[in-house]
């Protein structure tokens, strides 16, 4: 890739504050999981109660990404990703001054960080309307790598809270939200195609198309694996090898940076090599690396590598999926983020609190990653079937990009 070329070919401010908002925003949304040790230790949860705890702001995020996708049709995406922040910031410090001193208010703080998942929606299509389709994967992952926010929380959540408590953490979380806001009016700026707003049929069409199915499948795979696993590996973690909240964190935090750093990557590869491709590699090593985990590893560094892998596996994936995309649905992909973005949560969503009513119901995590090793295998063959139709489907332009 020339990056010279790259630079001068979209507006760089923007893919910058698309980035540092997806950052600041996506560290706020999981800020439960790291946190999930000292909550639960304080308001004495149980295994399912932990799950749910960390899974519902990925569900909050997961619906409110359809809503973000059809802001960004009708105010464009600048305005949508202000309403967005600006609800998360004033929601913080609301829950901070009041106090979060029940299980039920800690839900309802998770149903509020939905709000800063659901900035997918907004960051993704901000940065891609800038872009040429030779260079949309790369821009696509390098705004999505603000999904490494999730390595933040997962730092010094649990640290700041040992020194200055959970609840505080909470009001603390507000003021990089703050800088990233002022950031994104100064720098932020709408593509150049303006298109008018669809009627609610046209979002209905899309969902009438097999491959938007697709897609948002293949990304619930991928993106439900990272957000699921970054918001409850500090449990993990802490349960089944007894790793207290820092050193959990920790952990959790090299997860997650691994996953994070690579999805570019997986954007630029896809670039290169094509999406449907590099995605195949990617899921079949998912799916086994998974496998092992449900094995139930002994030693937690044996544990921690596979976990590595697997990450890797699911960050690059996220980019590759973010590369096919918009080479399928570009006249629509303010919706169809919306919509395949609302799939990924919703896998992260069941991954998350499967893990947690896997422990409580069997002892282990065997069974929540066993299931989803398998869902990796089924993304496998599905994509080694439909591949051979998008050949014969897809047109000639998008083919050769997407190289399928």
Same mark, same amino acid.
């Given at each position: %890739?020339? =990056?010279?070329?790259?630079?001068? &070919? ?12 997806? +950052?600041?925003?996506? %560290? ?13 230790? +304080? ?24 809503? #973000? ?49 659901? =900035? ?26 603000? #999904? ?6 997962? /730092? ?33 700026? +709408? ?16 969902? =009438? ?6 897609? %948002? ?6 993106? $439900? ?34 996953? &994070?750093?690579?999805?570019? /990557?997986?954007?630029?590869?896809? +670039? ?8 195949? *590699? ?29 990450? /890797?596996?699911?960050? %690059? ?17 303010? *919706? ?10 919703? $896998? ?55 190289? *399928?």
């Amino acid at each position: %890739m020339n =990056s010279k070329e790259f630079l001068k &070919s979209g507006h760089w401010p923007t893919l910058l504050a698309a980035f540092v908002y997806f +950052d600041m925003s996506f %560290m706020v949304w999981i800020l439960l999981g790291p946190l999930a040790v000292q909550i639960a230790a +304080d308001l004495h949860l149980d295994a399912s109660q932990k799950g749910l705890m960390v899974a519902l702001p990925v569900l909050a995020g997961a619906l409110l990404r359809v809503v #973000n996708g059809a802001l960004v049709e009708r105010l464009q995406a600048k305005r949508a990703g202000l309403i967005g922040q600006i609800i998360v910031i004033v929601g913080l410090l609301g829950f901070w001054a009041c106090g979060v001193d029940s299980y039920g208010a800690v839900l309802a703080l998770g149903a509020v960080l939905g709000v800063a998942g659901a =900035s997918f929606a907004v960051a993704l299509p901000l940065a891609s309307h800038w872009y040429p389709p030779k260079y949309r994967g790369v821009a696509l992952g390098i705004a999505g790598a603000g #999904n490494s926010g999730t390595v933040l929380a997962a /730092l010094f959540a649990p640290l700041l809270a040992a020194h200055f408590g959970w609840r505080n953490v909470i009001g603390l979380a507000a003021a990089p939200l703050a800088v990233a806001l002022l950031l994104y009016i100064v720098l932020a700026k +709408d593509g150049p195609e303006k298109r008018p707003p669809k009627p609610l049929s046209g979002y209905l069409k899309v969902l =009438s198309q097999p491959d938007a199915w697709w897609f %948002m499948f293949y990304y619930a795979v991928t993106f $439900g694996g990272f957000s699921g696993l970054a918001s409850s590996l500090g449990i993990y973690f802490n349960t089944q090898y007894g790793l207290d909240a820092v050193a959990a964190g920790y952990c959790t935090a090299a997860c997650v940076f691994v996953g &994070s750093l690579v999805r570019p /990557l997986g954007g630029a590869a896809s +670039d290169r090599f094509g999406g449907a491709r590099v995605l195949t *590699i990617l899921y079949g090593v998912a799916a086994a690396a998974f496998a092992i985990v449900s094995c139930g590893l002994a030693d937690v560094r044996l544990a921690l590598a596979v976990l590595l892998v697997g990450m /890797l596996a699911l960050g %690059m994936g996220n980019g590759a999926v973010f590369q096919l995309a918009p080479q399928r649905f570009r006249a629509e992909m303010g *919706i169809v983020t919306g919509l395949i973005g609302m799939a990924g949560g919703l $896998g992260g969503f069941y991954l998350a609190s499967s893990l947690g009513f896997s422990r409580q119901i069997t002892g282990g995590y065997q069974a929540g990653f066993l299931i989803f090793a398998t869902l990796a295998a089924l993304a496998l063959a599905a994509l080694t079937g439909v591949k051979r139709r998008w050949r014969t489907t897809w047109n000639t332009q998008a083919a050769a990009a997407a190289r *399928i």
